[in-house]
C-alpha cells in the first residue's frame, strides 16, 4: 500500500450547496486520471472534462504509463496548449501507481477520477462536489453505463447492467441513494483518501473496491447517487470479453483472501458453478471405464447450458433487444460467468 500521498495545505471545510450563478464559488477540484495506449482517445477524454459547467477552478492530471503508442507526446501536446492540464510519468505502468501518483501532484483537495474512456455528462462535476458538500461523504458516485455500438459490445453491455450477469451491485444495476460499498470512479476527500494510504498498489484490478473497503472501515461513508451515471464503453470481442472477466475474477479472489470478511455469494457463485461443471464434465467422460451412472454429471453442464439460453432470451426480450443482439444474450452470460469463475478459481491475474 502506498504512503507517499501529500496533504494539501488547503484547509479542510464544509460549505453551502453550489449554485450555478456564474460566479466562482466552487471550491477548486482535481480531476486525476491514469492513462495508457490512450493516444487516439485522450484528447477527447480530457476535452470531456475541461467542456465541464463548473464555476470553479479545474486541473486536470494526467499520469502517463509506458505506452506502445505516442500517449506521453499526445498528454505533453495538449498541456502546452492546456494550462489546466498537467502530466506526470507512471514508470511503474500499473493502474493504481498511475492514479497515485496523479494525486501525488494534484493542488485541490476535492479529487474527482475519470477513465480514459469513460464519457462525463454535463453537469457531472457540479453534481459530484455537491454530493460531499451535502453528504459529508469521504466518496461519492454513481452508475456505470455501459453502452455498445456492435451486437456484441451491446450484448456485453446489457451483461454488465443486469443482475443475472454482474450481480447486484448498485454501481451497475442502479438503486437507492445512500450508503453502498462501491461507487464507479469516485469523487473523493484529499483528507480521507490520503487518510487510508491511497490506492493499494498490489491489487493491479479491483483497486476500486479494496479502497472504499479500507475508507469504510476506517468510517467514512461512500456514497452512491443513482443519478451520477457515466457512460462506459464495454468491450466489442469476446476474446477480450473473456481475458477482461477472467482477470477480474482473479483479483476479487485476491481482495477477499485480504479481507476475509467480504466474501459474499454473489462473488462465490461463478466459481462454485465452474468446479461443478467441471466435476460433470469429467464424471461423465470417466463413466464408460468406472460405472454408467458417472454419466449423470453430465447433468451439471447441460442444466446449465439449458438455463442460461432460457434466462439470456428472457433478458433479451424483457430489454426488447434487436434480433442480432438478443441471440448473443446467451454467449455473453456464459462467458461472464464462466470467464470470471474461472479467473476466481485460478487466481488469475
Do not use: C, K
Not at 473523493?188 to 487518510?195: I, P
Amino acid at each position: 500500500m502506498t504512503t507517499f500521498l501529500p496533504q494539501s495545505t488547503v484547509p479542510a471545510q464544509r460549505r453551502a450547496r453550489p449554485r450555478r450563478t456564474g460566479v466562482v464559488t466552487q471550491p477548486p477540484v482535481s480531476v486525476f486520471m491514469a492513462v495508457r495506449d490512450e493516444q487516439a482517445d485522450l484528447a477527447a477524454s480530457v476535452a470531456r472534462v475541461l467542456e465541464q459547467d463548473y464555476p470553479g477552478e479545474l486541473e486536470v492530471v494526467l499520469a502517463v504509463a509506458p505506452s506502445t503508442d505516442d500517449t506521453w507526446g499526445e498528454a505533453q501536446r495538449l498541456a502546452a496548449h492546456e494550462p489546466r492540464v498537467r502530466v506526470v510519468r507512471n514508470p511503474a505502468g500499473a493502474t493504481p501507481h498511475g492514479l497515485n501518483a496523479a494525486i501525488a501532484h494534484a493542488r485541490h483537495d476535492l479529487l474527482v477520477r475519470v477513465d480514459g474512456h469513460a464519457h462525463l455528462p454535463a453537469g457531472y462535476l457540479v453534481d459530484v462536489v455537491a454530493l460531499l458538500e451535502s453528504t459529508g461523504a469521504a466518496n461519492v458516485g454513481g452508475r456505470m453505463v455501459p453502452e455498445g455500438d456492435t451486437p456484441v459490445s451491446r450484448a456485453v453491455a446489457v451483461t454488465m447492467s443486469s443482475r443475472l450477469g454482474i450481480g447486484g451491485g448498485a454501481f451497475h444495476v442502479g438503486g437507492e441513494a445512500g450508503p453502498q460499498p462501491t461507487v464507479y470512479l469516485g469523487a473523493f476527500r484529499r483528507e480521507a483518501l490520503v487518510g487510508v494510504g491511497g490506492y493499494d498498489e498490489r491489487f493491479l484490478r479491483a483497486q476500486d473496491w479494496e479502497l472504499n473497503h479500507r475508507l469504510r472501515l476506517a468510517g467514512h461513508t461512500v456514497w452512491f447517487d443513482p443519478d451520477v451515471a457515466v457512460t462506459y464503453r464495454p468491450r466489442s470481442s469476446w476474446r477480450t470479453f473473456a481475458q477482461q472477466q477472467l482477470r477480474t475474477g482473479g483479483w476479487r479472489r485476491r481482495v477477499i483472501e485480504t479481507h476475509r470478511g467480504t466474501a459474499d455469494l454473489r462473488y462465490l457463485v461463478p466459481p462454485v458453478a465452474v468446479l461443478t461443471m467441471v466435476a460433470g464434465l469429467l464424471a461423465g467422460l470417466a463413466a464408460p471405464f468406472l460405472g454408467a451412472w458417472l454419466a449423470l454429471g453430465l447433468l451439471a453442464p447441460a442444466v446449465y447450458a439449458g438455463g442460461v439460453t432460457v434466462l439470456g432470451l428472457a433478458l433479451a426480450r424483457v430489454r426488447r433487444l434487436p434480433r442480432a443482439v438478443a441471440w448473443r444474450m446467451p454467449l455473453a452470460l456464459a462467458v461472464m460467468h464462466l470467464s470470471w469463475g474461472t479467473g476466481f478459481v485460478l487466481r488469475a491475474r
